[in-house]
């Protein structure tokens, strides 16, 4: 798991529109959330990151970007978005190279629920 203090890791991961993101790169200047969920489309995971997009507005009036990210592939994080309205992007970490690197992937090998703030990478 990071330490308070340390950077965002230095990993590329396809978003929802299999677009493929430097994580670093993106989160390199003010605030960022990075909200992590077992699985899309899923009762406690739809509880989750439906806060997050109740929420957009005064996080991003805040200086918060919102990211969200699990193993799922990235066309079942764009149904799922498209589906609920999320306005912010997920990444697909199906590989585990940021859940490893940031230390969400549980003992059972899914996701955990966790929540990281950066600011400023």
Not at 28 to 46: E, Q, R, V
Not at 58 to 64: A, S, T, V
Not at 71 to 82: L, T
Request: charged letters at 20%.
């Amino acid at each position: 798991m990071l330490e308070i203090g340390q950077p965002v890791p230095d990993v590329t991961l396809p978003n929802d529109h299999g677009k493929q993101v430097q994580v670093k790169e993106a989160f390199a200047k003010g605030g960022h959330i990075l909200f992590t969920y077992p699985k899309a489309d899923t009762p406690g995971c739809n509880k989750q990151s439906c806060g997050f997009r109740d929420s957009y507005e005064k996080l991003q009036k805040l200086g918060y970007h919102v990211w969200g990210a699990s193993f799922d592939p990235p066309n079942a994080q764009a149904a799922w978005k498209a589906k609920n309205n999320f306005q912010y992007t997920l990444f697909s970490d199906e590989d585990q190279k940021l859940g490893q690197a940031v230390g969400f992937v549980g003992d059972s090998g899914m996701a955990r629920r966790c929540h990281f703030i950066f600011r400023d990478g």
